[in-house]
Each structure stands twice: as C-alpha cells, then as structure tokens.
C-alpha cells in the first residue's frame, strides 16, 4: 500500500514537471507530501518504474541522473551553463538514422537518444 503511495506521489511530481528533475529534486518535492519519505526509497522507486517502463531514466550528458515523466521518445536539449534540460517534442525522431547504425552493429537497435547542446535564453 505504502509503496504505492510513494510511486503516486513520484509520479505525479515527475508529470507535472517538464524540467527533467534529478532523483534529489523530486525527494524534496515528494517530501512535501510524505514527509517520512527518505532519498533512499526515492532512488528505487524512481529505478523500478523505470525499469518498468513507466518513466524514463535519462542516460545523458550532465552531472546527475535525471528522469522524465515522458515515455514517448523524444529529444534534449540541454544548456551547457545551467543544465537546463528541455524537450524538443516536435522535432521528428530520425528513423534513418536507426536505420544505418543497424548497418554497423551486431546488436539489435530498439531506440537512440539524441542530446543538442547549447545555451538557453537566460544564459545566453
Ligand atoms: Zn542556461
Ligand atoms: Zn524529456
């Protein structure tokens, strides 16, 4: 039950928010809410739902492990100054390029991540 409870709450947070949080950001939110909660319990349930499917842990560039409450694929762009991480959500995902790493690999390709970098309009 309880556990539940904590994926609610994370989950919530992690959709409200199009920022990217780290798992430490959302502890401080989440605490709000459950004040008993603890980072610890944070940083599984926010593993297990990934591993689940349910959100997506962003393996990209940056200091800390950030998630995203959009499963759908889509790309980044993150700011070099401040680490803001924004969604390029209407920039068409390149099946072409999916295409020929398959060219290039003995693996099987089930998706790849694309990260721009640059400067947002605050740092610029
Ligand atoms: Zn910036
Ligand atoms: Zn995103």
New binding site residues.
Partial sequence: MRVTRQRQVLLDELCKLHTHPTADELYQLARKKLPRISLGTVYRNLELMAEQGLIRKLEAGGTQKRFDGKVVHHYHVR??????LDDLPNLPIDTELECQAKQHTDFTILRHNLEFTG??P??R
């Fill in positions: 700011c070099l100054n401040c680490d803001r400067l947002c605050a740092c």
